[in-house]
T-cell receptor, first 116, second 109 residues
Framework: NAGVTQTPKFQVLKTGQSMTLQCAQDMNHEYMSWYRQDPGMGLRLIHYSVGAGITDQGEVPNGYNVSRSTTEDFPLRLLSAAPSQTSVYFC???????????????FGPGTRLLVL | GQSLEQPSEVTAVEGAIVQINCTYQTSGFYGLSWYQQHDGGAPTFLSYNALDGLEETGRFSSFLSRSDSYGYLLLQELQMKDSASYFCAVIGGADGLTFGKGTHLIIQP
């Protein structure tokens, strides 16, 4: 199993550009989520999904969109990049809440984004 | 809402024991998790407590007191490779984890 994969690893954008951060998992996990990590701020939840076709907002959703058309993929879209979105983005997955192992989230390697 | 407090930095000596504390305020609570993150890496799961008491996994142990909204991570026989950031995180419901801001553990030889 590859686990949780993210692409790209690094990206530089200009203000106003849009892009999609890709996330895929091969563990058949129902739950997937996106976090951003900024220095001194820990990880903050952007959006999450409890299954294909279902998404919801986390703590810091503004400026981001998500969709979940398959169990495996959960892309994060930046609509119009801003310098405040410079961060490290982590995708995570876990089995359905309430199931064995659901307490463990598996994180991808992260995408480092710089917005100029 | 949910908030977690943990020290920003802890220093310890190789071979010693260190405890990292976490207090939380949550509107819902299913359990407290701990994650380790090395510089430049991704968080990795260490432990989870849903009930009061101590959970032990090798050199790492985690404790929870639900009545005190308090938990800690205990690392024994510290090794240089344990130098990392440690995050406590609350599972409050179906909306994922809420993380503390992390504790940077510095280990001195």
């Amino acid at each position: 199993n590859a686990g949780v994969t993210q692409t790209p690893k690094f990206q530089v954008l200009k203000t106003g550009q849009s892009m999609t951060l890709q996330c895929a998992q091969d563990m058949n996990h129902e739950y997937m989520s996106w976090y951003r990590q900024d220095p001194g701020m820990g990880l903050r939840l952007i959006h999450y999904s409890v299954g294909a076709g279902i998404t919801d907002q986390g703590e810091v959703p503004n400026g981001y969109n998500v969709s979940r058309s398959t169990t495996e993929d959960f892309p994060l879209r930046l609509l119009s990049a801003a310098p405040s979105q410079t961060s490290v983005y982590f995708c995570a997955s876990s089995p359905s809440p309430g199931t064995s192992g659901s307490k463990t989230q598996y994180f991808g390697p992260g995408t480092r984004l710089l917005v100029l | 809402g949910q908030s977690l407090e943990q020290p920003s930095e802890v220093t310890a000596v190789e071979g010693a024991i260190v405890q990292i504390n976490c207090t939380y305020q949550t509107s819902g609570f299913y359990g407290l998790s701990w994650y380790q993150q090395h510089d430049g890496g991704a968080p990795t799961f260490l432990s989870y407590n849903a009930l009061d008491g101590l959970e032990e996994t090798g050199r790492f142990s985690s404790f929870l007191s639900r009545s005190d909204s308090y938990g800690y991570l205990l690392l024994q026989e510290l090794q240089m490779k344990d130098s990392a950031s440690y995050f406590c995180a609350v599972i409050g419901g179906a909306d994922g984890l809420t993380f503390g801001k992390g504790t940077h553990l510095i280990i001195q030889p």
